[in-house]
């Protein structure tokens, strides 16, 4: 089947998320740390000795930092946005994906940060461009879903492998918009056979992580941190200000280890001051002031293609089928 509902634990776990939101968030979290510690350092072995810089596993490209959702954890809710309003500079999204096609990059790609991407108008197009200039990326899309229909579904299925909609809600239940996508897709398998489309039951409320002090319903405490952290390792985070950041966790954009107006994407992802910062994380966040307090982990796809990458497969050559194949064969 072409679309999927997912929930975290299923109904038990989403209830307990919305009743038990710190308990459920602290015993997620131990959880991820105490399984995941492990190939965490072992890949960041890999990367930091490696004799080249290792390209990124996901790139990340937020083309605008607006959202219109109301998540309580998230700065990006339409409710706690603070961010001077920014929509990447289309010649320097091409340039982007034209240095990535020049790179030979065959891993995951995401036109989405702490944003909704379907606020941007020029979406459907940058996801074509993406798709002709990348015919071997995984392209995925993150949406809320807010104002998704099966119209939009359309036009983005030619550029995309797969479509995660998050279902915010305060009931486990699906938005009737999303409901009607769901409909239409369960009963057109045939049309959807080569996108994957996953609904991800989210309660509206949910305490994740304190996302480096900024998530508004969990600030961060003085508790250091000395867990390693992948993100800065496995994604390549960009700005619409056309900059690299840390990560997802920078809420704020306040992190910035390259301007690409100004150089290029492969010299940005190896960029002293970014290698540096990796330096330190590798031992652990305390060493770092951004992330010392941060309590967030990846509990995602990632680490899939990490351990694939540490068994000698690489995982960024991986068609989207096999990738797709591989993820779900290890989930």
């Not at 809320?144 to 809600?169: A, E, F, H, M, T």
């Not at 996953?198 to 941190?225: D, F, W």
């Not at 390693?228 to 056309?242: A, E, Q, R, V, Y």
Request: one cysteine or more; a neutral charge.
């Amino acid at each position: 089947m072409p679309i999927k509902i997912n929930s975290f634990m299923g109904k038990f776990g989403w209830f307990a998320r919305k009743h038990f939101p710190m308990l459920a968030s602290e015993a997620y979290l131990k959880l991820q740390f105490v399984t995941r510690n492990k190939s965490q350092k072992a890949y960041i072995d890999y990367f930091m000795n490696a004799e080249e810089v290792p390209m990124p596993n996901v790139v990340n490209i937020e083309t605008i930092n607006r959202c219109n959702s109301t998540c309580a954890f998230c700065t990006a809710n339409r409710n706690a946005e603070k961010r001077p309003f920014c929509k990447i500079d289309e010649n320097v999204y091409k340039s982007i994906i034209d240095q990535l096609a020049d790179w030979g990059y065959k891993g995951h790609l995401t036109l989405y940060g702490n944003n909704e991407p379907w606020l941007d108008t020029r979406i459907i197009e940058f996801h074509k461009y993406a798709r002709e200039k990348l015919p071997d990326c995984y392209i995925f899309m993150s949406t809320n879903g807010l104002i998704l229909d099966i119209d939009k579904v359309n036009q983005i299925k030619p550029y995309i492998n797969q479509l995660i909609i998050n279902n915010y809600s305060m009931e486990f239940k699906l938005h009737d918009n999303i409901q009607k996508v769901y409909d239409y897709i369960k009963d057109h398998p045939k049309e959807y056979e080569d996108l994957d489309v996953q609904i991800q039951m989210r309660y509206l409320q949910e305490v994740l992580t304190n996302r480096a002090g900024s998530a508004p319903n969990k600030q961060a405490t003085e508790k250091v941190i000395k867990e390693t952290c992948l993100l800065p390792f496995t994604d390549m985070w960009i700005m619409p200000n056309g900059k690299i950041g840390l990560c997802c966790c920078d809420n704020y954009e306040v992190t910035n280890y390259a301007d690409l107006t100004k150089t290029s994407l492969k010299d940005g992802w190896a960029s002293k001051e970014l290698m540096d910062v990796r330096r330190r994380i590798a031992d652990g966040r305390q060493n770092e002031p951004f992330c010392k307090h941060c309590d967030f982990i990846d509990a995602g796809f990632r680490m899939t293609l990490v351990n694939a990458i540490l068994e000698g497969r690489d995982a960024n050559a991986l068609g989207g089928q096999q990738r797709m194949k591989l993820i779900k064969k290890e989930d």
